[in-house]
Structures are given as structure tokens and as C-alpha cells.
């Protein structure tokens, strides 16, 4: 059964019950006092009629009978009520019987009314003259009352009354019970359904929004209605999806990090394995004169030197976790850099007819992290040299105030304002078409340039026309600058 049928069961059945039981209760109690207030007004009658009736003997003022002409004015009198009643002497015998009324009164009850007790008889049905029984009913409720004189039982009054009006009474309130009781189960039935109805509609509610959870909508809060156990399991819930959805980001982004980095170590590793390649093509086909050869060789060991660095540094899996790059900053000779890379890139500009000059005061020192800066540079001069075609690529470094500038200038295919604000965003690449390796290959380069420039507390910046050309101005501080970033650059 449904939990609001059941519900709805339990408060009907609990009100019902309870109404039964006052129903009955109240029906006994009303029952006795009807009786007991037609028992007093016997009682008063049988008082009255003695009283009226009696005779006592003048010399001794002994019982001496009663007058019968009184008797049959009140037994007249009486009946118009449908009031009965006889007398009996102390020896048991008839002394009067108003319309024929003769009640049985056993030994019991006279042994009863010899010691003085009134013996009261809810139902019976006494003898009557047959015009009054055929007109009534003849179900009578009864007193019997003993009269004393001098200590001694002169005579006995039955008095008797029908017990039709009393039952007629019941019946009315009986009748207006069963109204009320019909009333108050159609109200009891209306009450708890609203109430049932409320607290299974919060249920319902919060089954609906488990089954989002289930199905991973973690963003699903509880309207919160009341101080009860259901509120308290809504706030419970609440709390449930918010440590769901906390920990469901934490995974997302943890995954997002992970996703980010094997994607940055993929692109760093591409730049060393280029040159190497590059170099091995060379010894393979013999095109590297006798005497370049040995510098060839260590640049080659340059290179796998710096992906042995790599490697060990960055693919654990603990820092790609807590998304950190390891830094070791420290003061090296920028110019020779730069001459190492012009010569790794050279191949690669000549294929595309491109002209690389290098200006560099010999010497020109950079606080960096040597991997990071060969990173930035490689990644700023290859796309210079990619998106330009026959023209000449200028590269330049400076001492500054507060540290050290670099400027990558070439006259290639430049790009429009739009492009440009794009092109720190990962995998952007100003012209879709160009998906091939000449031009770039996954649009990561630049992402990666700007995280490292920023963790250098550096600053990079371009200025670009299409058909122009493009300037990248790379500023790394020094030592002390470093230390407080917010400083600006020259
Ligand atoms: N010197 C430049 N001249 C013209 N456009 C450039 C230049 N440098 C970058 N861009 C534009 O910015 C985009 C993003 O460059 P980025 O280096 O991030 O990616 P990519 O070179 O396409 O691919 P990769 O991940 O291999 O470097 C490029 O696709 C290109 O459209
Ligand atoms: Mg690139």
C-alpha cells in the first residue's frame, strides 16, 4: 500500500476509534441520567400521593390506612402522565392499583424493602387495565418504595412510568451521533489526506531529485520547508549533493589538468626530437661537413639530455596531479641560447626561404629556468618562421632596467586584431586550414609560452597586421624584480 494510503489509514482508524469510544461512553452516561431523573420524579410522586392520602389514627397518631377517594384523584391525575402506581400493606396485600397496575415484587425485593431500601427496576413489564396496555407500549421502568411509622413498614408504593420517551430521547441522540460521526470521519478523512498528501509530496520530491543525482546532475538543492525528520533528511541530502558535486569537480578538473599536461609534455618533447631527427637525417645522408660533425653530435646530446630532463621532471604523475611545474631559475648566457637556436631552426627557415638574424650582445645574461626559456623562444621563433614564407625573421635581445628583453620580428602573414586576441587560448589557430605541419600543428604552442612567461613573472606581448608581419616582445626580470612580480617591466 502506498505510504500516504497508509497514512490516511492510521489517523482514520486512530479519530474513529476515538470517536466510538466517547460515542458509547456518552450514550451510557446519557441513558443513566434519563433514568435516574425519571426515578426522582417516581420518587417525588410516591412521596406526594402517601402524603396526600394517608391516614393516621387521631388518639395515637398510629397508620391507620389511606383516605381512597384521594388515591383515585391522584391515580387519575397520574395517569394523564402515564404515571401508575399501586399499594401493597405489610402483609403483601393489594391495598391499591391505579388502571389495573399490579408489579411482581418478588421475595428478594421484599426482603429489600423491609429494611428500608427503595428497589428501583429499570425494565419491566407489570400488569395493566387493557385500555392503558393497548395504547402503550408495555415496557415500564419502576420504583418501589417502602413506608415506615414508627419504625415499622406500613406500606409499600410501586410506581411506575413508560419507558418510551426515554427511549425515544436515545433514539434522537443516537441519531444525531451517527450524523456527527459521519461528519467528523469525512472531516478526519480530508484532514489527513492534505496532511498525508504533504508529507508524501516532499518525499516525492526528494525521490525525484536522487534520481537526478543518480544520473549525475550533482546541482539539484532541496527547498527546505519545515523543522522535521523530512527537513532534516533534505538538509542531509543537500549536504550529500554539495560534498558530490565538490568532489565531482575536483575529479573533472583533476582529469582536465592531467588531459592539459600530457598534452604540454607532448608538444615540449616534439622540439627535441625535431632536432635530433633533423641532425641524424644529416649524418644519415652525409650532409654535414667533416668538421660540424662533432658539434652536431652535442647538440644532439644537448637534446636528449634536456628530454631525459623532461621526462624525469614533469611525467609524475603526483605534479601533474597538483598541476606543478618545476622551475629552477637561475642566472645563464641568453646569447649563446639564441645561437643554438638559430641553428637548430636554420634548416627549417631555409625551407621555407626565410632569412633568421640574430642581434645579441655576446653574453647577455637571463634569469630563467634554461629548459623554460629554450621552450619559449624555440616556440616563438618556429612560428615565426612557419606563418612567413621568403621573408626575414629578426631576432633580438637587451639588457633592461629590471631585466631582460627579446623581440621575435618577422614580416610573414601577420594577423587581424581578432586573431590576436585569441591566440593565448589553447588549440586556437588563427586560420582553421591551416592543419597540415608546415603551419603549426596543434594550436598549444602560445598557450604554453604565456603559462611559462607568467610563472617567470614575465610578460609577453605582440603587435600584429596582417600581410605586415608580427613582433613578439618577451620581457624576463631579473633576480630581485622577480621576487615582486607586481613591479612593472621596461
Ligand atoms: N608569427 C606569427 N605570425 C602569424 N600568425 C601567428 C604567429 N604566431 C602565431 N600565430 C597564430 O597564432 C596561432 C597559435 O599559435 P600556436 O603557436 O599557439 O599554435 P600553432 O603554431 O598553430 O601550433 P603548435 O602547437 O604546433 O605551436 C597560430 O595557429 C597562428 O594562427
Ligand atoms: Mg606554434
Known amino acids: 500500500m502506498k505510504l500516504m494510503y497508509r497514512l490516511m489509514l492510521s489517523f482514520f482508524t486512530i479519530i474513529v476509534i476515538l470517536m466510538v469510544i466517547l460515542s458509547i461512553s456518552f ?31 387521631p388518639v395515637d397518631h398510629s397508620f391507620a390506612g389511606f383516605m381512597t377517594p384521594a388515591l383515585k384523584a391522584d391515580a387519575r391525575l397520574l395517569s394523564h402522565q402515564d404515571v ?36 428501583y427496576v429499570k425494565m419491566t413489564t407489570p400488569r395493566l387495565s387493557k385500555q ?11 420504583i418501589i418504595r417502602p413506608y415506615r411509622n414508627k419504625n415499622k413498614l406500613v406500606a409499600v408504593v410501586a410506581i411506575a412510568t413508560f419507558v418510551s420517551p426515554i427511549e425515544r430521547n436515545m433514539h434522537q441522540i443516537k441519531l444525531n451521533l451517527v450524523v456527527a460521526l459521519l461528519f467528523a470521519g469525512l472531516m478526519t478523512l480530508l484532514v489527513s489526506y492534505f496532511f498525508s498528501r504533504s508529507i508524501t509530496v516532499r518525499i516525492k520530491r526528494l525521490r525525484e531529485l536522487t534520481h537526478q543525482v543518480a544520473r549525475g546532475n550533482y546541482d539539484v538543492r532541496l527547498r527546505i520547508l519545515g523543522n522535521d525528520e523530512i527537513g532534516d533528511l533534505g538538509r542531509s541530502f543537500n549536504q550529500m549533493t554539495a ?63 634536456r628530454l631525459i630532463r623532461l621526462v624525469n621532471d614533469n611525467l609524475n604523475y603526483e605534479k601533474i596531479r597538483t598541476n606543478q611545474i618545476s622551475m629552477e631559475r637561475k642566472l645563464f648566457d641568453a646569447a649563446a641560447v639564441l645561437h643554438n637556436l638559430k641553428e637548430q631552426l636554420g634548416k627549417k627557415a631555409r625551407a621555407q626561404g626565410d632569412q633568421l638574424e640574430l642581434t645579441v650582445p ?17 616556440n616563438i621563433i618556429q612560428n615565426a618562421i612557419q606563418f612567413t614564407e621568403n621573408g626575414v625573421i629578426k631576432i633580438s635581445g637587451q639588457q633592461r632596467s629590471h631585466g631582460t628583453q627579446f623581440v621575435v620580428q618577422d614580416n610573414g602573414i601577420g594577423m587581424t586584431p581578432e586573431q590576436l586576441d585569441n591566440i593565448w587560448e589553447r588549440y586556437y589557430k588563427a586560420d582553421k586550414s591551416r592543419m597540415n ?21 614575465g610578460k609577453i606581448t605582440v603587435t600584429s597586421a596582417p600581410g605586415k608581419g608580427s613582433t613578439f616582445t618577451i620581457f624576463f626580470p631579473n633576480s630581485q624584480t622577480a621576487l615582486h612580480p607586481h613591479q612593472s617591466a621596461d
Open 243 to 305: 560534498s558530490l558535486q565538490s568532489s565531482h569537480d575536483e575529479i573533472h578538473s583533476q582529469e582536465e589538468r592531467r588531459r592539459q599536461f600530457m598534452a604540454n609534455a607532448a608538444h615540449e618533447m616534439r622540439t627535441p626530437l625535431t632536432t635530433i631527427n633533423g641532425i641524424l637525417e644529416g649524418l644519415q645522408y652525409d650532409v654535414i661537413p667533416e668538421e660540424d660533425k662533432q658539434h652536431s653530435i652535442e647538440l644532439m646530446q644537448n637534446e636528449t639530455k
Open 132 to 142: 392503558v396496555a393497548a395504547t402503550n407500549m408495555p415496557r415500564m421502568t419502576e
Open 362 to 378: 655576446d653574453g647577455l645574461l637571463v634569469y630563467a629556468d634554461y629548459d623554460r626559456f629554450v621552450q619559449i623562444m624555440f
Open 27 to 57: 450514550i451510557k452516561v446519557t441513558n443513566q441520567s434519563m433514568y435516574q431523573d425519571t426515578w426522582r420524579q417516581l420518587r417525588q410522586d410516591a412521596d406526594s400521593l402517601v402524603e396526600d392520602s394517608i391516614r393516621y389514627d
Open 84 to 119: 401508575h402506581f399501586a399499594i401493597y400493606g405489610k402483609n403483601q396485600e393489594q391495598l391499591f392499583a391505579s388502571n389495573g397496575f399490579t408489579p411482581t415484587i418478588t421475595a428478594a425485593k421484599w426482603a429489600k424493602l423491609e429494611k428500608g431500601e427503595t428497589v
Open 437 to 457: 605541419t608546415k603551419y603549426g600543428e596543434s594550436g598549444l604552442g602560445l598557450a604554453i609560452v604565456h603559462q611559462l612567461v607568467q610563472l617567470h613573472s
